[in-house]
């Protein structure tokens, strides 16, 4: 019937934290066909599996986005493939998140926009930075203020990608019990100061400047380096390969490097002999976002 596939995501880059995401070139893939009961097929064992249909988390997705819409959920045999790590800072939930919205809208052909989905994945997910980046692609910068999230993707960063992922998990809760509760007004400025001046270093194409903001951030990096073996090493060896900023992917415990175009599969080999315990991978920002591909029937000729 037709093809959905959703990028992994790296939410925060640094300053950023709680806003901004870049979508990134690995992909959770469902296939969905028709079929007389509700079916997940899994390809990759990275994804959990379930006893029941209705415990699949896709499902629940799609389950309560057509309820919303007072609508039967069609059976369908789904065939999911990821590329992406669980619990890692990668988005996992986000694109499962999203690939479960758009399953609701295809089978319940609802026409969503993507402002619609947007507010539901945000509804669902309880904040936008990694949702924002999956459902749109490349780097987008999210605000939340009550219970509306509003949002804008930058132009196309120049950049490669690095990853590096540690062979651990780290739940987002844990990451965030490291963070203070409180914040003083002038380290609260500063701290906006730095993330603005990345954004706007990012925009003009100083990817130097950007970078030394990235490294810069006062809201969450520093906190939870403890919970991150290697981060100053990680840091300092990808800068001195040319990296321009090295950050924790979303909440951790994976990190991501932003390099000079066209370097990212030399830095990540020359990296993987420093982290020979790790999966370092060169990447690219993803600009595409949320994709569905309706396959075409085939039709016997006369
Ligand atoms: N912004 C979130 C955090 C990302 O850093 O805790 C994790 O989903």
């Known amino acids: 019937m037709f093809t959905i596939s959703v990028p992994a995501s790296s939410a925060n880059i640094g300053p950023g934290f709680d806003s901004a995401g870049v ?11 028709e079929s007389e009961e509700w079916q997940f097929t899994h390809t990759t064992n990275s994804i959990p599996s379930v006893r029941h249909y209705r415990d699949h988390y896709i499902y629940k997705v799609a389950k309560q986005v057509a309820d919303w819409h007072d609508s039967p959920l069609t059976a369908c045999h789904v065939t999911m493939d990821s590329e992406i790590p ?73 950049t490669d990608l690095v990853v590096y992922i540690p062979n651990f998990e780290l739940k987002t809760e844990d990451a965030r019990k490291v963070l203070p509760e409180e914040f003083l007004m002038k380290d609260a400025a500063t701290a906006s100061g730095v993330s603005n001046l990345m954004i706007s270093a990012l925009l003009t194409g100083d990817y130097e400047l950007a970078g030394k903001m990235m490294e810069s951030d006062l809201f969450h990096e520093s906190y939870r380096a403890k919970l991150i073996p290697n981060y100053f090493d990680i840091r300092s060896e990808a800068r001195k390969l040319g990296a321009f900023g090295t950050v924790i992917s979303g909440a951790g415990p994976t990190m991501i490097s932003f390099v000079p175009n066209g370097q990212g599969a030399t830095i990540a080999e020359q990296m993987r002999t420093i982290l020979p315990d ?12 949320l994709q569905v591909k309706v396959d075409i029937p085939i039709t016997e000729k006369d």
């Open 23 to 33: 979508a990134v070139s690995r992909y959770l893939t469902l296939q969905v066909k």
């Open 278 to 289: 790790y999966e370092v991978d060169a990447l690219q920002l993803d600009e595409k976002g």
């Open 86 to 158: 669980l619990a890692r800072g990668l988005g996992s939930s986000a694109s499962a998140i999203v690939a479960g919205i758009e399953l609701a809208n295809q089978l319940c052909e609802l026409r969503l926009t993507e402002d619609q989905k947007l507010a539901y994945a945000v509804k669902i997910e309880g904040h936008p930075d990694n949702v924002a980046a999956a459902l749109l692609g490349g780097f987008v910068v999210t605000v939340k203020m009550g219970e509306e999230a509003s949002y804008k993707k930058l132009p196309a960063i120049q």
